[in-house]
């Protein structure tokens, strides 16, 4: 606050300081103001491993891999989840960026190559062997 700002304030002149919003937090607080920059919360929020799992699966049916994710991965990719009460929630947004983070994590490939190139065992495999093609 400027020195002007706080003379005007003081106790004896009876003017109260201006009001600012500190943070654009508050935006998603507050149900009547309105903000392009930040969803509302009740947007952003997944309730539930079901809701997640759709978000980022496509489909509902795979919330035990939201559970996996989020609890019996290494800590450096888990699945960045939270609770209120008992149920697991996640927000949109922060999703996204995990998702983000975990695309750029990947070390990229050669040109033209999709996956670990086949390799023939030298042994028998169940009882057959490996014929060249």
Known sequence: MSPQQLQAASPDSGKAPP?????????????????????????????????????VFGNRRHRRAVYHLAVEVKPEIRMPIFRLGSVICARRSTLLRWIADQEGSVSPTPEGAIGPSPTRPNSTSRGRRWSAP
């Open 19 to 55: 009001q600012t919003l500190a943070s654009a937090d508050l935006a998603v607080i507050a149900p009547n103001r309105e903000s392009a920059k930040i969803p509302a919360l009740a947007d952003d929020l997944l309730r539930g491993a079901s809701e997640i799992a759709e978000f």
